[in-house]
């Protein structure tokens, strides 16, 4: 299947600061990427869509200057919680949407502490 | 509204009891059901894609399975190493060329030795 990795896998960071999450597509080209929130023992929550040369869609009740999304080329996409808080802690995933079978396929996910 | 269920929340079962996860959904017009596993700490894990009732793969101990309603993924004398959270989502037609999924809350498989 095809390979998508994610970086860091966890990060610890400090109240008020921002923490970067890089998302890559490493076998094929993505034009669409998703980034997606995942509490303990739920199911995967949506937060954005990431499209490549343009500005991300995002879910309802997701703030979109708090979560920045930059898609700056068919591989690779980003994701930066802006003036972190402890209930910004979770864990993040991305996923890549495969153009030519529409499957999306997810990274290994970044757990994210804030303290 | 587009809803997708998935069935038992948790399963218990014994090493080499056959059992089926099911996924049902209110999404007309399917353009996609798939499936995927995860394990804890991880990112989800593509399996299946379906796109037509009574369309079937297989893989290893594993046969997913579609209907107009539902589908199914059926675990065949499984291992402990098959114990993991099992994802189902669908692709509605409102999503257009997005690719946006609807996931439904998962069903975590236990299989004991």
């Known amino acids: 299947g095809a390979v998508v990795s994610q970086h860091p896998s966890w990060v610890i960071c400090k109240s008020g600061t921002s923490v970067k999450i890089e998302c890559r597509s490493l076998?094929?080209?993505?034009?669409?990427m998703f980034w997606y929130r995942q509490f303990p023992k739920q199911s995967l929550m949506l937060m954005a869509t990431s499209n490549e040369g343009s500005k991300a869609t995002y879910e309802q009740g997701v703030e979109k200057d708090k979560f920045l999304i930059n898609h700056a080329s068919l591989t690779l996409s980003t994701l930066t919680v802006t003036s972190a808080h402890p209930e910004d802690s979770s864990f993040y995933i991305c996923?890549?949407?495969?153009?030519?079978?529409?499957?999306?396929?997810f990274g290994p996910g970044t757990r994210l502490t804030v303290t | 509204e587009d809803q997708v269920t998935q069935s038992p929340e948790a399963l218990r079962l014994q090493e080499g009891e056959s059992s089926s996860l099911n996924c049902s959904y209110t999404?007309?017009?399917?353009?996609?059901l798939f499936w995927y596993r995860q394990d804890p700490g991880k990112g989800p894990e593509f399996l299946f894609t379906l796109y037509s009732a009574g369309e079937e793969k297989e893989k290893e101990r594993l046969k997913a399975t579609l209907t107009k309603k539902e589908s199914f993924l059926h675990i065949t004398a499984p291992k402990p190493e098959d114990s993991a959270t099992y994802l189902c989502?669908?692709?509605?037609?409102?999503?257009?060329?997005?690719?946006?999924?609807?996931f439904g809350q998962g069903t975590t498989l236990q299989v004991k030795p």
């Open positions: 999404v007309s017009g399917l353009r996609g």
């Open positions: 996923s890549a949407l495969n153009p030519g079978s529409h499957e999306q396929y």
């Open positions: 989502a669908v692709r509605p037609p409102g999503s257009g060329n997005t690719g946006k999924l609807i």
């Open positions: 076998d094929f080209q993505a034009t669409t």
